[in-house]
T-cell receptor, first 114, second 114 residues
Framework: DQQVKQNSPSLSVQEGRISILNCDYTNSMFDYFLWYKKYPAEGPTFLIS?????DKNEDGRFTVFLNKSAKHLSLHIVPSQPGDSAVYFC?????????????FGKGTKLTVNP | KAGVTQTPRYLIKTRGQQVTLSCSPI?????VSWYQQTPGQGLQFLFEYFSETQRNKGNFPGRFSGRQFSNSRSEMNVSTLELGDSALYLC?????????????FGPGTRLTVT
């Protein structure tokens, strides 16, 4: 039972355009959501997070939107740059802390074409 | 500050053998978590150690075990290797336990079981 789903395994966009990566979750107990970026041969790096009490969080070119009623979150990258090409993982956690409660999606490979 | 280091980076083992992977967290970090990444399953939580104690364990068989030393370095061991254990094993450290504390990932150990 996959609780966090990233239904698009890959996404290709042109440099300068917007990249939108989507993530759906099934467990309404999740209250904290994170996005990680992973380059080949490197570990994932934290990108941005959002608490369930918010519906938007922005950090520079990166914005995460949360729609609790739809159990859906998205990561917007504007403008996209070739250096953003990586695999993006969505993750969710339940109250109580502990990384055992961090559930990851399978990732979306983003390619930004010059 | 030095990042999370994992050794070895690559490993090839035969079915039935056992393997030990090592993780050195960021200095001062007391929480170390282990994840298995495979193309089909994404990142799956193995276990977390905090101050030498295993806090929680994911849904993996008993062949997967770990430990943490007083200097916070951690090892994970997989006994009686199976072909399906071929994966990227990632270690992440954080200053404390809980998803709100940013996890810093190492580059991973790529294990191939033949």
């Amino acid at each position: 039972d996959q609780q966090v789903k990233q239904n698009s395994p890959s996404l290709s966009v042109q440099e300068g355009r917007i990249s939108i990566l989507n993530c759906d979750y099934t467990n309404s107990m999740f209250d904290y959501f994170l996005w990680y970026k992973k380059y080949p041969a490197e570990g994932p790096t934290f990108l941005i997070s959002i608490s369930s009490i918010k519906d938007k969080n922005e950090d520079g070119r990166f914005t995460v939107f949360l729609n609790k009623s739809a159990k859906h979150l998205s990561l917007h990258i504007v403008p996209s740059q070739p250096g953003d090409s990586a695999v993006y993982f969505c993750a969710a956690s339940k109250p109580g802390g502990g990384s055992e409660k961090l559930v990851f999606g399978k990732g979306t490979k983003l390619t930004v074409n010059p | 500050k030095a990042g999370v280091t994992q050794t070895p980076r690559y490993l090839i083992k035969t079915r039935g053998q056992q393997v030990t992977l090592s993780c050195s967290p960021i200095s001062g970090h007391r929480s170390v978590s282990w994840y298995q990444q495979t193309p089909g399953q994404g990142l799956q939580f193995l276990f977390e150690y905090f101050s030498e104690t295993q806090r929680n364990k994911g849904n993996f068989p008993g062949r997967f075990s770990g430990r943490q030393f007083s200097n916070s370095r951690s090892e994970m061991n997989v006994s009686t290797l199976e072909l399906g254990d071929s994966a990227l094993y990632l270690c992440a450290s954080s200053s404390a336990s809980g998803p709100n504390y940013e996890q810093y990932f190492g580059p991973g150990t790529r294990l191939t079981v033949t």
